[in-house]
């Protein structure tokens, strides 16, 4: 049965069944797949109280368990956010399909023709926190790659994410997807973490959706591949030739426009010789927003009522209104403070400089380098993914936003007319 | 230092080293690297008696530790195969640099330009043992692809990779290659083993090339990201509509050309239809090439001299003359068989049929599928890949050989003119 609350003894059962289910779904047309994620969002919408009845549920226990405000707003589910979540299916299901994509190909010397196609990765299991919208979006991501997916979230949520699952796998079905590719794992103990992080040959991949604890915890115990959706210590660095009303607004964008992300920006690096042009204004204008300013030396002398930055303030994801803010004198210079400080995240330059521009995109060595705009475009979304799991910082198989072509591996097809090999 | 014997204290040192020269080899360019990877070929020739005097140790010590006749012929060193190791260096050398490729690109809707661009994946470790050539081969791939490289061979050979190492790395340094891009990491012991397999942040890949106890050994102490080269346990499957002859050149070739290797066929699976105007002419074939048969029932019904298959035969990798055959009744049951027992590596269809044809090729979960055509082709070589560090049968990053492109990550580079997130 898909789509329904596991006991913990069945994790290795329902993987199971969604290792046999994921074999069917690699061979699933993409006409197929695309009414399936189709008819879960009408489904979503079709049976709104239920899912309101669930989510009450949820916050009524929140309340009870003193949940803060913040997580309560994450936990909460109204007409507008069910909506929303199938929407989000909806875009899902019109992205193009990957499985299929020939990614490369060609005729050998001997004959042979061989193309390289993107297929399904098998099982992905996303273990996620609070919002129970990523029940829906993380389910759509991998159906719409052609890959089964277990599903855990958190026990704040159980019984939102359980009726979210539930509609979703039983429309994923009556759309034709075979049993078995959507499911749930329940039990909020880390025993059922471990035993899904360690079903080798079954789950193809584990993707946690989640805060530092979570990571740690699946890293320690891990025996199947993880991709980790990524923290972000991010930097905009204002070179000497920057356009510094351009500037300002770049800091401002990927420090205030969303502070609690992995691609807000952290720290701010100013080129010595516009640190006096800029920092005045840009300084104002952050904690007009209400940003609270760490700086070095160099900058508490433009501006001594500048908090003194500590060591560790450079290698901070604050995400929150916090900027740690330090004086370079070259773009070598902020190159190595990223690379030294950096989570390989997302950098910004600002500059009208070739050679700055050039060398800070070929020396920095992170996911996603950009010269004047704001590091809040890595997204999935924005890059024209249509939606992603996360981003990744790690540098084998995804860097960068996690979509659906980061959700499947690759296959030689080699077509010939009797080759042996000599 | 490059190049030189370390103490077991000094890996995590190496590494460092490694890791900083990496930076600056990201930024070589391709007319330097090329010149390195000659510069190492021709020293390699220039310096052949030092080469063959520390192979004489290595091999002295070898016959004293009572080596097998087959570790000594993998171990030894002459003229001939020291010339074989510098062309291979050469060929690596010829061939496209993966660094800077353009993988995917465009103009997103605001007006921002990105491009994916290949960019070396930074540290790699290649652990690995007896054959000394693997210390040049895999230098070369690694310093190809603007990784600097730690090399940890077997105590068996520690002479002479010793030696190879150092005129390596001291021809790499003189063609301009920043010094720590190649090192030799000494020490037999598990523990230097399980320090660099848990160098997280500063070792970004390790990849064991040998047998299934270095994996093991790796798999569990590992935490940086590891590639295994595989075990393959590789079909040959002989259609109804197949021409006979071609099928038994193809598992002939497959089975017999070279069977120590991981691309060599362990199964072959006849249709019914076929079975006995194939398996006769097919059988006698294999056994006149030395071949040990073991078959099912329905193959022993038609040649009874066949030893009878244990269900652990299915399974094995036999990396030697012996060939389980077993008969099926349809494609879909060949294609069962092989998703139950084989390794995910290489298979290979003989058909006339572009039904079943297709059906293999879609229906199977491995990296590599043939129609009409030997396993024998899954090979970077072959592929056109020049050389490859082994082949994989993970489904995350790199499947099938795993060339220069396949030791790379990639990077967003986004180039805009002042776009904020709304």
New interface residues.
Partial sequence: MAATIAQPSSVTSLALAAKSAA?RL??VDSATKHAALLAIADALEARLPEILAANAHDLEAGRAAGLSTALMDRLALDEARVRGIADGARAIAALPDPVGEVVDG?R???G?D?R?VR?P??VIAVVYEARPNVTIDAAALCLKSGNAVLLRGSSSAAHSNEVLARIAGEAAIGAGLPDGALALVAGGGREELTELAQLEGIV??IIPRGGEGLKKAI?AVA?V?V?YAAAGNCHVYVDATA?LE?AT??I???KV?RPGVCNAAETLLVHSSVALAFLPTALAALRERGVELRGDGRVRSVDPSVTEAVESDWAEEFLALILAVRVVDSVEEAIDHV?QYGSGHSEAIVTNDRSS?RAF???I??????????T???DGG???MGAEIGNST????A??PIGVRELC?????????????G
């Fill in positions: 074999r690699a061979a060609g050998l010397a001997n042979l061989f390289k297929v990765l098998g193809d991949l890293s025996r591949p991709i356009d351009m607004r770049i401002l964008n990927a426009q690379n521009a995109q070929l020396g060595d992170s996911a996603c380098i950009y010269v004047n705009a704001s809040r475009f890595t924005e890059f024209g790690q540098k084998l198989h860097r960068g591996s690759t296959r030689y097809l080699v077509d010939g007319d009797g080759q042996i090999r």
